[in-house]
């Protein structure tokens, strides 16, 4: 890739990539990819199923570069279809998990690593694990403002634009959010 595709805004590599170009593509999966995936990896915590979702996200939204606005920042376009891939990817999992009554990944025996872990270490990984596990308890829709806000830092006006809902709507789900998830962190 040459540097002057590198220093392209994400309107001009789109363009790049509708007229054929594939550094365009690749550029723009470059810059974002990281992103998005750490996005859905936070709202399905399962990674090997964040890396399939944000491949199909990055696919479906490169079939559909045509419709994406060059003058709005690409990573707010992407991260939409990221979470509506992770909102499909959930729905299908429910279907599944009730027609196979299959035990939930999260039971999955895990493996030890045979160097000891001190007890702070192993604190916070135990922390870490109950949060993650109770912001997933959460409902979806207070689940996803909670990650774009707080786990991925992203501003009020982004987050409503990459869910498609209002600032005002934005605030009350995130206040809703940290009610919920005091009131299960409290009560564990």
Do not use: C
């Amino acid at each position: 890739m040459n540097s002057a595709s590198a220093e392209m805004s994400d309107g001009e590599l789109a363009r790049l990539a509708l007229a054929g170009r594939e550094d365009g593509y690749r550029r723009l999966l470059e810059r974002h990819r990281d992103a998005v995936f750490r996005l859905v990896r936070s709202l399905v915590g399962d990674s090997d199923a964040a890396l399939d979702i944000t491949q199909e996200a990055f696919v479906s939204g490169f079939a559909a570069l045509k419709r994406y606005d060059p003058e709005r920042p690409f990573r707010a376009w992407m991260s939409r279809i990221a979470v509506n891939k992770a909102r499909d990817w959930a729905r299908r999992r429910k279907v599944r998990n009730f027609f196979s009554r299959a035990a939930d990944i999260d039971e999955a025996i895990t493996v030890a690593d045979d160097a000891p872990i001190s007890d702070t270490i192993l604190f916070h990984r135990v922390e870490l694990a109950r949060a993650m596990k109770a912001i997933a308890t959460l409902p979806h829709n207070l689940r996803e403002v909670l990650v774009l806000r707080t786990i991925e830092d992203l501003p009020e006006a982004d987050t409503a634009t990459i869910l498609g809902i209002s600032g005002k709507a934005v605030e009350t789900r995130l206040y809703r959010a940290r009610k919920q998830l005091n009131e299960i962190l409290g009560a564990s």
